[in-house]
């Protein structure tokens, strides 16, 4: 598995205080909210909050882009990967 993907699911592990879940309970292509994880529009204001943090990237609340990036752990990965490269 690719190391970044495993990096954004420990964030969104860390930030949002899963103590239940592991890195394999995530799955990559999985949705995040609502299906999947079962998150919400909180725990997206804390994965926001840690991946400006942790690398720079900011993120408007209210596009629909900003949710297109927040499908996925690929889709996160995509994002940070093409942040990096600017």
Known sequence: M????????QMIIDSLEL?????????????LFVDGLG???IDALEIGLAL?????I?????SDETRQHFASVNALAS???EKRTK
């Open 52 to 56: 400006q943090k942790r690398y720079g």
């Open 58 to 62: 900011k993120l408007k609340a209210d």
């Open 19 to 31: 103590e239940d879940i592991e890195l394999d309970d995530i799955d990559s292509s999985e949705p």
């Open 79 to 81: 994002l940070v990967e």
């Open 2 to 9: 690719n190391d970044l993907h495993n990096e954004i699911k």
């Open 39 to 41: 998150l919400d529009s």
